[in-house]
């Protein structure tokens, strides 16, 4: 078992207790795993992890056009052909507007004087950090407006792969984006094991499904959580029978408790804070480390 056992936590939608699951099972893992956050277009896990940079570099994602006005003959030509009205013509000068500008690269090709350059684009930084647990953290901040977040994740995944092995760490737990898209498909690369956190709605019910689909065109183990799980137990139920019905492993009920708020509000991990939750957390990190290792071993 030489290699590193990923466990990506997922959820078809925002708010259903994700991040809080994934910063607690890194808390108890400790030095025995590296922790990501690849949830890049709206990082929060940094918030009660407390990372202290080590390291920060650059990102980036995509290009931008940029005019040369010594070169430039104001043609005009470069403002019919842009379908994004990102060049805009004033006081006798075509400029850009960075953040209008989608990178096609159209206005550079039918330039007659070769005045327009596309330009590698600033898209976000990427960090690796310390974090109070003993272990270290791969994370990114996406700046507005910023493209190719997929690009990112896999920038993010990379580095936490290299840690994991640097330090000789068994497992990488990794924080995905909600939803479907872009994000979550590069977080699951090389994922071992999908923990999907839900909660008893019917919309939660719904993006579970979605979720699970492209959870399945990767391979990975889904596992499941219910969080908040008695606000509505005919849901719960209901979303048991699904589990069941895919094979899908049911490790715990979380019930409704405040402590997750109350932590989040002191920037603290709520398996840190709550001996109850603490122990429901140990029984889940134990299952998916069996899971990930029985899935390495076969």
């Not at 000068?93 to 596309?118: F, K, Q, W």
């Not at 139920?237 to 009920?253: G, R, T, W």
């Amino acid at each position: 078992m030489d290699s590193i056992r990923e466990i990506v936590v997922l959820s078809g939608k925002g708010g259903t207790g994700k991040t809080s699951v994934a910063s607690s099972l890194a808390y108890l893992a400790g030095k025995e795993a590296i922790l990501a956050d690849c949830d890049v277009d709206a990082s929060n896990l940094h918030l009660i992890m407390g990372p202290d940079i080590i390291k920060k570099e650059l990102f980036y994602g995509g290009e931008v056009a940029q005019i040369d006005i010594e070169t430039c003959i104001q043609c005009g030509k470069c403002k019919e052909v842009c379908r994004f009205d990102a060049i805009s013509f004033s006081a006798g000068v075509h400029t850009i507007d960075n953040l209008s500008c989608e990178g096609c690269g159209y206005c550079s090709r039918v330039c007659p004087t070769g005045a327009i350059t596309m330009m590698p684009r600033l898209s976000g930084e990427f960090y690796i950090s310390g974090i109070r647990n003993g272990s270290q953290m791969s994370h990114a901040k996406l700046f507005a407006g910023g493209e190719n977040s997929g690009k990112l994740v896999a920038t993010v995944k990379k580095n936490a792969y290299r840690m994991a092995k640097e330090r000789g760490c068994d497992y990488l737990i990794t924080d995905g984006a909600p939803g479907i898209g872009c994000p979550v498909v590069s977080s699951l690369s090389g994922a071992k094991v999908a923990l999907l956190v839900t909660e008893p709605t019917m919309s939660a019910l719904h993006d579970l499904k979605r979720v699970l689909f492209v959870v399945r065109r990767f391979n990975a183990i889904p596992l499941l959580v219910i969080n908040k799980s008695d606000i509505n137990e005919a849901v719960s139920e209901e979303i048991k029978i699904f589990a069941k019905s895919e094979k899908i492993e049911h490790l715990a009920d979380i019930p409704f408790n405040t402590a997750f708020v109350e932590s989040m509000g002191k920037a603290r991990i709520v398996a840190e804070e709550n001996q109850f939750l603490k122990g429901i957390f140990e029984s889940v990190w134990e299952k998916a480390k069996e899971v990930a290792d029985s899935s390495v071993q076969n």
